[in-house]
């Protein structure tokens, strides 16, 4: 995370920053570097990425006699995951080094 490209998406105006890891250590170096950068929002989930993950993937509908906030969770949970994925498809590419190629001029006046 020390590379140039992961300053920019650290240091986003208008965005917090959360890390989580299955490694705690290793959210805790993010959140450090991100506030060493600047970002003053940033957050540690207290959970694994592994339990973040199975919130939002192993989804079971609420009950027929759950309550308003029971539903409201398992809604927020349902668009979250399916914003999750469009996010992650999107991301693919952005942490892949452009590949520049230089070519020789062939040729002349």
Same mark, same amino acid.
């Given at each position: ?11 986003? @105006?208008? @965005? ?7 490694? @705690? ?8 570097? +991100? ?8 957050? !540690? ?18 009950? +027929?006699? +759950? ?37 020789? !001029? @062939?040729?002349?006046?």
């Amino acid at each position: 995370m020390n590379d140039r490209q992961w300053k920019k998406i650290l240091d986003q @105006k208008h @965005k917090a920053n959360y890390f989580c890891a299955d490694d @705690k250590q290793v959210a805790e170096k993010a959140y450090l570097l +991100a506030g060493y950068i600047g970002k003053s929002e940033n957050y !540690i989930l207290s959970e694994s990425a592994m339990n973040f993950r199975k919130l939002f993937s192993d989804l079971t509908p609420p009950g +027929a006699d +759950a309550n308003k906030s029971e539903i409201d969770t398992y809604n927020f949970r349902q668009k979250a995951a399916t914003d999750m994925k469009m996010l992650v498809e999107a991301l693919k590419n952005s942490t892949e080094p452009v590949i520049v190629k230089t070519s020789k !001029i @062939k040729g002349g006046c």
